[in-house]
């Protein structure tokens, strides 16, 4: 068959069609990859120490996830809920529009001990345990109380203040 044989059975429209029914099923299988992919992984960005990075996607069983580390071949067991993570798009590729892109939790590993960088503070204390998040706690409702009865001292002996200036022992008396 030539060229001219497949022009006259097919028409621009007809090509049209063809590579617009490519396009959708392109489309639709992709998105349900993303969304299973999302689903049931978690996006580890691999920071090393010479500022270079990669990703790796790390399978989630219930509700935590297992992250290896391959130079000790060492395994460590993360509660989703404990473990800082943060909403970014999924594949992430400029080319793609906002809404054709999925959301994946990613968090952020170094690669010489694989904790979680956005669980630390900047010493590189982990702050993940029950005993500093006691005293953070506890730190921040002693804040909330002594900012609270400032506050109220301060209103309260404005009024004062100001009541002194108005009522006089006269007003009563009278």
Request: net charge neutral; with cysteine; charged share 15%.
């Amino acid at each position: 068959m030539t060229v001219e044989g497949i022009n006259a059975w097919f028409t621009p429209f007809h090509y049209f069609v063809y590579l617009g029914t490519l396009f959708t099923v392109m489309v639709a299988f992709y998105q349900w990859r993303w969304a299973r992919i999302c689903q049931k992984n978690l996006r580890v960005l691999v920071v090393h120490s010479d500022g270079s990075s990669h990703f790796v996607l790390c399978p989630k069983t219930g509700s935590s996830v297992t992250i290896k580390d391959p130079n000790s071949n060492t395994t460590r067991m993360w509660v989703i809920s404990e473990l800082a993570t943060i909403v970014v798009p999924y594949p992430g590729v400029d080319f793609l529009p906002q809404w054709l892109q999925k959301q994946i939790r990613m968090t952020i590993v170094n690669e010489l001990d694989w904790e979680p960088m956005i669980n630390r503070d900047k010493s590189l204390g982990i702050i993940g345990s029950p005993a500093v998040l006691g005293n953070l706690m506890t730190e921040r409702i002693t804040e909330a109380v002594i900012t609270v009865n400032e506050k109220l001292m301060d209103s309260l002996s404005g009024l004062v203040h100001r009541l002194d200036k108005t009522i006089t022992p006269q007003m009563f008396y009278t």
